[in-house]
Nanobody
């Protein structure tokens, strides 16, 4: 299994930026896609962004396109989520996820939490208005 540790969450004003990091350990030699989900109070966990193993294909939730950027550094076993132009509705606990072996992107692609085999503990992101 893969162990994931997120960092970089915090409190920011609307319009501000945060960069989340997720460091992986364990089964890092296996090629899998990684992603980010978020969960706000009283809501289901929703997909935010994902990136394939090579880092040359990404997928995003429509409402974060153009504001969030997912990237990865396989030499450091780390995936990042750069979040710009943050809005109060982005407030949630953000979770890193790994071991997605059937990566997809595009209109018909809708990643589910069950598609991922490993999860981090989550990091809180709060955007004030």
């Amino acid at each position: 299994q893969v162990q994931l540790v997120e960092s970089g969450g915090g409190l920011v004003q609307a319009g501000g930026s945060l960069r989340l990091s997720c460091a992986a350990s364990g089964r890092t030699s296996i090629r899998y896609a990684m992603g980010w989900f978020r969960q706000a109070p009283g809501k289901e966990r929703e997909f935010v962004a994902a990136i394939n193993w090579r880092g040359d294909s990404t997928s995003y939730l429509d409402s974060v396109k153009g504001r969030f950027t997912v990237s990865r550094d396989n030499a450091k076993n780390t995936v990042y989520l750069q979040m710009n132009s943050l809005k109060p509705e982005d407030t949630a606990v953000y979770y890193c996820a790994a071991e997605w072996y059937h990566y997809c992107s595009g209109y018909a692609c809708s990643p589910r939490p069950a598609d991922f085999g490993s999860w981090g503990q989550g990091t809180q992101v709060t955007v004030s208005s």
